[in-house]
């Protein structure tokens, strides 16, 4: 994906975001830009984790341990992210929300993309 994929990519996360942050009580996003960097935090901690556990899950358990580790990624990104303040049911009904508008606006991972770029050329 080139830099304007990725950047096009944050912007629509940056936007589900405050979307979210607007429909969910205990998540708060303070912000266009606070929505941007923490789409750019989950992004990263999305990279490592598909890194460390890879193909080796079924989807079902990816599944489930997608959906757990969104809710954490989110409620510890506040203590990296300026004025964004999750509680951790804040942080689960974002992930679910997040979850459920991904069923209709599906973004690959970065580690995702990689691999299917790989498998193409």
Do not use: C, Y
């Amino acid at each position: 994906m080139h830099l304007l994929g990725h950047l096009v990519r944050f912007i629509v996360s940056a936007l589900v975001l405050m979307f979210v942050s607007w429909l969910v009580p205990g998540f708060q996003v303070g912000g266009f830009w606070s929505a941007f960097f923490l789409a750019l935090v989950i992004a990263v901690a999305a990279w490592i984790i598909e890194g460390i556990f890879g193909k080796q899950i079924t989807p079902f358990g990816r599944g489930i341990v997608g959906f757990l580790v969104s809710a954490l990624v989110i409620w510890g990104a506040q203590f990296i992210v300026s004025n964004v303040s999750s509680s951790m049911i804040g942080a689960i009904l974002a992930a679910l929300v997040i979850g459920i508008i991904d069923l209709f606006i599906p973004v690959k991972t970065p580690f995702e993309q990689g691999i299917s770029g790989r498998e193409h050329r």
